[in-house]
């Protein structure tokens, strides 16, 4: 069983940064690949980032390439994302998941624990 905490969410001009946090229980942290999705007003959940159980390898969604980065502290349970040039577009509420898989996946039924979301909001 893991339960997730995310924080980080706010408001912030368009070009901006924020850096979102996911907070995780459990001992078994270090096995779950981990994820960020979002889901904005209307629209269906879409997969942003994914970050293997070491941190050794990464994935992100082409609409945020080059922008955000993902990353984990295994020894303090916690998954990062880094938001940078942020514009209006990624103005969502944005979860954590993790996945128990040996592979990186992108759908949301592929992951077993979900956080309850933060609001991240870019004003133009």
């Known amino acids: 069983q893991v339960q997730l905490v995310e924080s980080g969410g706010g408001l912030v001009q368009t070009g901006g940064s924020l850096r979102l946090s996911c907070a995780a229980s459990g001992r078994t942290f270090a096995t779950y690949i981990m994820a960020w999705f979002r889901q904005a007003p209307r629209k269906e959940r879409e997969f942003v980032a994914a970050?293997?159980?070491?941190?050794?390898?990464?994935y992100y969604a082409d609409s945020v390439k080059g922008r955000f980065t993902i990353s984990r502290d295994n020894a303090k349970n916690t998954v990062y994302l880094q938001m940078d040039n942020l514009k209006p577009e990624d103005t969502a509420v944005y979860y954590c998941?993790?996945?128990?898989?040996?592979?990186?996946?992108?759908?949301?039924?592929?992951?077993?624990?979900w956080g309850q979301g933060t609001q991240a909001t870019v004003s133009s």
């Open positions: 998941a993790a996945a128990n898989r040996g592979v990186f996946v992108t759908r949301m039924n592929d992951y077993d624990y």
């Open positions: 970050i293997s159980s070491r941190g050794d390898s990464t």
